[in-house]
Nanobody, 113 residues
């Protein structure tokens, strides 16, 4: 069983920034951030590969969001800049370990004036 704990969500005005953190209870080859807005499917936002540090981004956030990781602490971060109302969602951290998907409890991000 892998446990994930997210933090860093909140309310921010359009154009503002937030930084999300996700701590995993053990090492994972990759860590991902997903988001789910009300009435919509859960979509991947960004993924970082622990070995090498390469990253992938959804088109909607490329250039505004940056995912980074600290492999010594089994931690991934999501720096979100120039936030837009469409970024409002519950953000989830996820890892795939030994054939199983694990999810955090989610953290709410609300972008509103």
């Amino acid at each position: 069983q892998v446990h994930l704990v997210e933090s860093g969500g909140g309310l921010v005005q359009p154009g503002g920034s937030l930084r999300l953190s996700c701590v995993a209870s053990e090492f994972a080859d990759a860590m991902s951030w997903y988001r789910q807005a009300p009435g919509k499917e859960r979509d991947v936002v960004a993924t970082i590969f622990t070995i090498g540090g390469s990253a992938d981004y959804a088109e909607a956030v490329r250039g505004r969001f940056t995912i980074s990781g600290d492999s010594d602490r089994n931690t991934a971060y999501l720096q979100m800049n120039n936030l837009k109302p469409d970024d409002t969602a519950v953000y989830y951290c996820s890892v795939f370990v030994r054939g199983v998907d694990y999810w955090g409890q989610g953290t709410q991000v609300t972008v509103s004036s």
